[in-house]
């Protein structure tokens, strides 16, 4: 059985045909224009092979609520031709098949708690760090959706006093996402965050924003893997910064076995979206 | 048939023998002594009646992960006789029935959930503001285990400029529990919260606290109810105060329909917690 993928992204889509094994037969990258241009491009991709069903993780903010009207619609976004747009609807159009579908970050979770880092784990949480923050999570094997999305990045933590940045977040000014994306440091040093390599206070700060958020997710959801993915992460000497920080902070209140276990990278490369996505139609019910 | 419910707390058992029906046949109320002293109280009671299951909502900590050896046990506890005591052990010797074991706080939100203010919402959290500050979920009709249980009241939360206090939790400091549960109101203003009461800038500030906290609840969990209870909560001005501030502190980032709906006041008086005890039976896993 064939099943269709899409990472439905603000910059790009990426449609892949794969099955339920990890399996990639064949895959593209689409420049997110406007919808109709985008979908002729997706529909032509998948044209040529007998899919059965669809799978598509999305860019958000999106209703995921099914009892409200809007459920399946893009919500407030500054991509003007997305704004409210009825992706459930045109994707039904467009393909007479089973249409699953869940943000970007859930299906990248699933993705990875299928074929990667989240492999066994019964709870996996997945999250980016890179223009914003975001998390995916994965319970019980299937992803997790409460009465809307979660948008793990927009937690409040402590800023540190020694902090002078009052937070790029335009909702909440110094939330996580506020203190600690990219866009935050971009702010924060008006310089952008890969030519800050060698300051080492830039990231001992990061590493501190990242560790309070993390704290703060294992206070809640106690998940067996945490997976650190997106363009800050590059920074690789964060893993071991954030480790120490977290096992520090949480100052054995809670048990932790092992925290390397606990907080990994991605092993998916940057096809944990689309395999999720693909993923989404064996986990995740109907629509 | 009979089923038997014990809210296991760290001063009072709690004992009951109830239906699936959230009726309850006869209750008892046992004062915690150490583990021989209790026990034996509590078999006497449920003796006379042919139960067939009992559930058990327990404080903590506990270790819940099926796969590690403690399973069962009380972890640390200012109580001695019952730190490190295999609580779930002694109810399966003592019980030769089917037991069901999950934190208070967890029972105590599958009753509201089951009959109280929780009905018929998808995912429910229950949180308690008293001497601590816990939170339990139900999700997807049953409580929320992670690796470990959820331990929500030690969620970091920014600590506002005009707060000297410098926190109550021996682990944490400043952390929610450390600055908004009963015994820090108690510690911060040298006297006991009820004796607060006309003092206004104290329960805006304990609002603030709470509020914050429940952001981040709702970023992470999405939950569809959030019900309020604990010894703090008998200051009923605080639920509006709390609503507004949340509202305010979202910002219109994620939507709410209505929050007098989401934010509300448990409905079981002090029952939540048997009756929830009793429902881990139909609702959990056997252990
Ligand atoms: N090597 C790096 N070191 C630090 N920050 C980086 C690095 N590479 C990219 N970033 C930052 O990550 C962000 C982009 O994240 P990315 O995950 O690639 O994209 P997006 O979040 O838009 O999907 C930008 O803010 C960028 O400055
Ligand atoms: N009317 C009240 N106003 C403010 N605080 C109160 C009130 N009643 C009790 N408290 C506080 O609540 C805490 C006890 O909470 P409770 O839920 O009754 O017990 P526990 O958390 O130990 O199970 C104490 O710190 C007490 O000071
Ligand atoms: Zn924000
Ligand atoms: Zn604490």
Redesign the interface.
Known sequence: MLIGGIEAGGTKFVCAVGDDHGKIVDKITIPTEGPDETFQEVKKFFKTYPIEALGVGSFG?IDLNTKHETYGTI?NTPKTEWKHYDLLGRLKADFPIPVYLDTDVNAACLGEYLYGAGKNA??TLYITVGTGIGAGFV?QGST????????????????RGDDRFTGSCP??G?CLEGLASGTAIEERYQVRGDLLQENETVWELEAHYLA?AI???I??????RIILGGGVMKQEKLYGMIREKVRE?V?????IDDVEELIVAPELDDEQGVKGAIGLVFRDEDV
Not at 144 to 159: A, C, D, L, R, V
Not at 251 to 255: I, L, P, T
């Open positions: 903010p919500l019964d709870s319970y997790y959706q409460g009465t809307s999305h979660p948008e793990m990045g927009h937690i409040f933590i402590e800023k909702y909440h110094s309070q704290v703060n997710y206070m809640v959801l106690s998940p067996e902070m100052n054995d209140y809670v048990a």
